[in-house]
Structure formats: structure tokens, C-alpha cells
T-cell receptor, first 114, second 117 residues
Framework: AQSVTQLGSHVSVSEGALVLLRCNYSSSVPPYLFWYVQYPNQGLQLLLKYTSAATLVKGINGFEAEFKKSETSFHLTKPSAHMSDAAEYFCAVIMAGSARQLTFGSGTQLTVLP | DTEVTQTPKHLVMGMTNKKSLKCEQHMGHRAMYWYKQKAKKPPELMFVYSYEKLSINESVPSRFSPECPNSSLLNLHLHALQPEDSALYLC????????????????FGPGTRLTVL
């Protein structure tokens, strides 16, 4: 069975500080991995995805994530937080060979302090 | 056009009402999805349509009835709902449901905020 774990349901950073949101997956076969962002009262927006082409993936809004097979991790980072980054972030996984069902992590609420 | 649209944005209904949620995409995607999202929780998959056929029903109560009239449209018919069904209902689409790297990401609509009184 596949699962994805997000460590830290709430993360607070100061404006301009590094953002690090953690995601670990459990699978013997590298899955397809995604990060989505959800602003209040909105749908989910795709930030970036890993599909085995490159281990360092760059996304929108200055975010990037690195796939580390040895650590089964896909952490999301941004060098400098903006107030507009405050939102809920979901890591999600699709297993290769599945019917493209997304399994979501529990989410991390990012707060950016002035 | 890389957008999934959903109507209405907000819906308030009584437990005896019948209403429908609508979702539309014009990206040529052949897979469409309904999710339910409660506050502070991740989305939960309800239904998957692949090539206009229902392929996955995640044991959803029959008071929720999906319909896919064509490849661009997805409806969710609601009848005799309970207050606990109040949630954000999200629609998503993807290129298809076959394996492979290309086009496996899902694009989400803005959702319909449903309140059942």
C-alpha cells in the first residue's frame, strides 16, 4: 500500500526566511509525486511534480522539491518566504500502474510572519 | 484553456432538496474526478470517470449520483443530503487514466462550497 506522510501540520516562518515542508512516501517503487497548494476557499493548484526525469524539480512561485530515493522523501523548499505563500500545502502520490488515484498527505498549513 | 470550472461557487440546501453541481473542462482530458474536502483535511476521492464511464466509486452513499454527459462535463446530483455532507466539493481532470509519465497530473477546479441545513 502506498502512503504519504507530511511532517508538521503547521509550519511558521518569518518573511524572507527559508520555507521547508516535509513529505515522505512509502513505496518500494518510486511513484509520481506532486505538491499542491490551496489558498483559503479555493481549489488546489499544482506547484510541481516529480516523474523520474530529474531529481530536483522546479515549480511555480519560486518553489522547488528534491526527490531522494534513499530517504523516500520529496521535501518542498523556497529560499525566501513571502506573505502571499501563506496557504495549505498538500503532498500527493500516484503509484505507477494505478488508475491515477491521488493519495494526499494530511497537509501542512504554512503561516508567514511579518 | 487550462481551466476547470465549477458552478455554483456556493450552495445552501435543505435535506429534502435536489440540486446538482456542475464541472467543465476544455483541455481534452478524458478522466474526471469528484472529491469531497472537509475543513482542514485533504480531499477524499468520491468518483472517477474515464472516457465518460464510471470507473471508480469509493463507496459513496447513493444520495450522491454522478453523471458524465460528455467528455467535457461532469455533474454531481444531490438528493436527501445530511448536514454532515456539508463540505467543499472539488472537481478535477487529467489527460487519462493510463499509466505513463505524461499527463498524469490532475487539474482542480475552484470547488463548490456546499452547506446542508
Amino acid at each position: 500500500a502506498q502512503s504519504v506522510t507530511q511532517l508538521g501540520s503547521h509550519v511558521s516562518v518569518s518573511e524572507g526566511a527559508l520555507v521547508l515542508l516535509r513529505c515522505n512516501y512509502s513505496s518500494s517503487v518510486p511513484p509520481y509525486l506532486f505538491w499542491y497548494v490551496q489558498y483559503p476557499n479555493q481549489g488546489l493548484q499544482l506547484l510541481l511534480k516529480y516523474t523520474s526525469a530529474a531529481t530536483l524539480v522546479k515549480g511555480i512561485n519560486g518553489f522547488e522539491a528534491e526527490f531522494k530515493k534513499s530517504e523516500t522523501s520529496f521535501h518542498l523548499t523556497k529560499p525566501s518566504a513571502h506573505m502571499s505563500d501563506a496557504a495549505e500545502y498538500f503532498c500527493a502520490v500516484i503509484m505507477a500502474g494505478s488508475a491515477r488515484q491521488l493519495t494526499f498527505g494530511s497537509g501542512t498549513q504554512l503561516t508567514v510572519l511579518p | 484553456d487550462t481551466e476547470v470550472t465549477q458552478t455554483p461557487k456556493h450552495l445552501v440546501m435543505g435535506m429534502t432538496n435536489k440540486k446538482s453541481l456542475k464541472c467543465e473542462q476544455h483541455m481534452g482530458h478524458r478522466a474526471m474526478y469528484w472529491y469531497k474536502q472537509k475543513a482542514k483535511k485533504p480531499p477524499e476521492l468520491m468518483f472517477v470517470y474515464s472516457y465518460e464511464k464510471l470507473s471508480i466509486n469509493e463507496s459513496v452513499p447513493s444520495r450522491f449520483s454522478p453523471e458524465c454527459p460528455n467528455s467535457s462535463l461532469l455533474n454531481l446530483h444531490l438528493h436527501a443530503l445530511q448536514p454532515e455532507d456539508s463540505a467543499l466539493y472539488l472537481c478535477a481532470s487529467s489527460q487519462g487514466t493510463r499509466t505513463g509519465e505524461r499527463g498524469n497530473e490532475q487539474f482542480f477546479g475552484p470547488g463548490t462550497r456546499l452547506t446542508v441545513l
